[in-house]
């Protein structure tokens, strides 16, 4: 056990580090997932879940705090690594109640447009357009009801 012990805190910088360099990216990569899905959902007006990379951002951020901690002071690194996993952990439950709340948000405002746009077909289109021969008899037969019940009304 002292071997492992002293193995650790020689090599405290060579595997601590790499781990720091790690959360910087994630949050980065979580970051750039989010502005994908901004600019997606603002050009299609589709809702996309963002729940979990909010529960990455709060994860990593977190656990960064302890790995640069762990950095800093290396005598006490045992206590920061565990406080590492317990920000990590904190982060997590963070993270996920505000992908949560921002993806109830979304689903709002998305169930909203889509209720918007429907209405908005509604109102405008009364007989659903046909292609082909199908339309141009619908066409027809549409004009020949409509001229016969004015000529009823006319008599």
Not at 3 to 12: Q, Y
Not at 42 to 56: A, I, L, M
Not at 97 to 126: F, P, Q, S
Request: charged share 25%; aromatic share 12%.
């Amino acid at each position: 056990m002292d071997k492992i012990i002293h193995f650790l805190t020689e090599n405290l910088y060579s595997y601590m580090v790499p781990i720091c360099i790690f959360c910087v990216y994630r949050i980065a990569v979580c970051f750039m997932e989010l502005g994908r899905i901004k600019t997606l959902r603002e050009k299609k007006g589709v809702f996309r879940s963002v729940r979990s990379q909010y529960t990455e951002i709060g994860t990593f951020t977190l656990a960064l705090v302890g790995g640069i901690l762990t950095c800093l002071i290396p005598k006490l690194w045992f206590v920061f690594i565990l406080l590492m996993f317990a920000l990590g952990f904190i982060g997590f439950r963070i993270g996920r109640n505000k992908g949560t709340e921002t993806d109830n948000i979304y689903r709002e405002v998305a169930l909203e447009m889509k209720k918007m746009e429907t209405d908005e077909l509604d109102g405008h289109e009364e007989h659903p357009a046909l292609s082909g021969a199908a339309g141009l008899i619908q066409d027809f037969s549409i004009d020949f009801e409509d001229t016969t019940a004015k000529d009823a009304e006319d008599e």
